[in-house]
């Protein structure tokens, strides 16, 4: 408070001239009629200015994660162009990119709802996928949209592997925390360390091999069936998943004839 009395005191000559100045230039506008459009015209020019500048600059920022995640995409498009040979008889899938509309994580059985459907070439049992995880496997299907069982989903079962040991097992959800789930049927003998890291193992044709889906958190080998009780985080968050790949693999009918 001294300080703003200290202010008025030194600058009180100017402040009193900026306060007559407009005070005298809103009389003259008032009686003046051309005045004051022309008066109005330009305030409302120069604050549409200011309005269209925030608009841009706040549409930029929200761009901002879409930007990331094209420029992740372009990264694996040039790795893959890279190759000094590219043999498209191994190109087993096809990926149809999707968003995500709707999506639960707290609940017991938890689903996912896309953006993709039909006409896209979306069908039942396909996986889906993001850059660093497993979202789950497409349910129910209609035009339009696409309804998935999420890894977070006591139903769902994933078929993956312990990349150190090449041990294999099978990931399920706790139902306790969307950031976790535990992996069962790996041997006690396999050496497992906190910080390994799970894949899937491309047992079945809904997910290709390879995919990164978790961390290991804890283990217990203290089973009477022999067998290691594996706790995982999962690499991908669930509730900030947006942007997914659906995934066609086009020898899921050959395979599954000869299954």
């Known amino acids: 408070m001294r300080n703003l009395f200290r202010f008025i005191k030194v600058y009180h000559f100017i402040l009193l001239f900026i306060l007559i100045e407009s005070f005298s230039l809103f009389l003259f506008i008032s009686n003046h009629k051309f005045q004051q459009s022309k008066f109005l015209s330009f305030t409302q020019e120069y604050t549409s200015a200011i309005f269209s500048y925030y608009s841009d600059l706040n549409q930029y920022l929200s761009l901002k994660d879409e930007n990331d995640f094209l420029q992740t995409e372009n990264a694996k498009l040039y790795t893959l162009l890279s190759k000094e040979e590219i043999n498209t008889n191994s190109i087993l899938n096809e990926y149809i990119p999707a968003r995500i509309i709707k999506n639960s994580i707290f609940k017991q059985n938890n689903f996912i709802l896309l953006n993709?459907?039909?006409?896209?070439?979306?069908?039942?049992?396909?996986?889906?996928?993001?850059?660093?995880?497993?979202?789950?496997?497409?349910?129910?299907?209609?035009?339009?949209?696409?309804?998935?069982?999420?890894?977070?989903?006591?139903?769902?079962?994933?078929?993956?592997?312990?990349?150190?040991?090449?041990?294999?097992?099978?990931?399920?959800?706790?139902?306790?925390?969307?950031?976790?789930?535990?992996?069962?049927?790996?041997?006690?003998?396999?050496?497992?360390?906190?910080?390994?890291?799970?894949?899937?193992?491309?047992?079945?044709?809904?997910?290709?091999?390879?995919?990164?889906?978790?961390?290991?958190?804890?283990?217990?080998?203290?089973?009477?069936?022999?067998?290691?009780?594996?706790n995982i985080k999962f690499l991908n968050d669930m509730n900030t998943a947006k942007n997914v790949y659906i995934i066609n693999s086009l020898i899921k009918e050959e395979l599954e004839e000869l299954k």
């Open 116 to 230: 993709k459907g039909e006409k896209d070439g979306v069908k039942s049992g396909m996986g889906v996928i993001v850059d660093n995880g497993v979202i789950g496997i497409v349910s129910i299907t209609s035009e339009n949209f696409s309804k998935v069982t999420s890894i977070l989903n006591q139903n769902s079962t994933i078929s993956v592997v312990h990349i150190k040991s090449k041990q294999n097992g099978s990931l399920k959800w706790n139902t306790y925390n969307y950031m976790t789930a535990m992996i069962n049927d790996i041997p006690n003998h396999a050496n497992i360390q906190i910080g390994d890291t799970i894949q899937t193992n491309g047992f079945s044709s809904i997910f290709p091999e390879g995919i990164n889906i978790a961390k290991v958190i804890s283990y217990n080998k203290g089973n009477e069936n022999g067998l290691c009780n594996v």
